[in-house]
T-cell receptor
Framework: NAGVTQTPKFQVLKTGQSMTLQCAQD?????MSWYRQDPGMGLRLIHY???????DQGEVPNGYNVSRSTTEDFPLRLLSAAPSQTSVYFC??????????FGPGTRLTVT | GQQVMQIPQYQHVQEGEDFTTYCNSS?????IQWYKQRPGGHPVFLIQ???SGEVKKQKRLTFQFGEAKKNSSLHITATQTTDVGTYFC????????????WGAGTKLIIKP
């Protein structure tokens, strides 16, 4: 089991560019989520999905889109990158006891 | 909305000293989870507490859930350099939609 995988590990964008952060899990978990973590801060929920075809907004959804066409994949799209979106992005999937399994993260810098 | 207070924000200890972080909620919780994040790493699930007054141990780590199910603590005995990182609590309130609410974390720093 690879668990939760994320690509890329690092990314630098210019303001206004768009990109997709990839996330995949091989644990057959229905629930997946995206968080951002700013330096020295906790985790803030961006979007989540309770299953294929179902997504919902978290605490800080503005500027991000998600889709969930399969159980395994949950990509996060940045529509028009802004410096305020410089952060570390973590994807997670949730097990049967509500415990979360995190991917290794994508470190994004927007200049 | 629902908030979780985690204290302290930082704790500096000498290697071998003990470390404790506290997680407090204003409302009754269904359960509480603890995670560890090493510097540059991702959060890793440590444990989940569900029952009132529950105490669980993992080697030098002791986790407690308060009798009122509103607070919890994580205690590390005789810290080692491998314990360095940030410890987060994450809670699920009673009668909620099972979304985790995260504490801000306590950073454990070992003094040189």
């Amino acid at each position: 089991n690879a668990g939760v995988t994320q690509t890329p590990k690092f990314q630098v964008l210019k303001t206004g560019q768009s990109m997709t952060l990839q996330c995949a899990q091989d644990m057959n978990h229905e629930y997946m989520s995206w968080y951002r973590q700013d330096p020295g801060m906790g985790l803030r929920l961006i979007h989540y999905s309770v299953g294929a075809g179902i997504t919902d907004q978290g605490e800080v959804p503005n500027g991000y889109n998600v889709s969930r066409s399969t159980t395994e994949d949950f990509p996060l799209r940045l529509l028009s990158a802004a410096p305020s979106q410089t952060s570390v992005y973590f994807c997670a999937s949730r097990g049967l006891s509500y415990e979360q399994y995190f991917g290794p993260g994508t470190r994004l810098t927007v200049t | 909305g629902q908030q979780v207070m985690q204290i302290p924000q930082y704790q500096h200890v000498q290697e071998g000293e003990d470390f404790t972080t506290y997680c407090n909620s204003s409302t009754t919780l269904s359960n509480i989870q603890w995670y560890k994040q090493r510097p540059g790493g991702h959060p890793v699930f440590l444990i989940q507490l569900v029952k009132s007054g529950e105490v669980k141990k993992q080697k030098r780590l002791t986790f407690q859930f308060g009798e009122a199910k509103k607070n919890s603590s994580l205690h590390i005995t005789a810290t080692q350099t491998t314990d360095v990182g940030t410890y987060f609590c994450a809670v699920i309130p009673m009668d909620s939609n099972y979304q985790l609410i995260w504490g801000a974390g306590t950073k454990l720093i070992i003094k040189p």
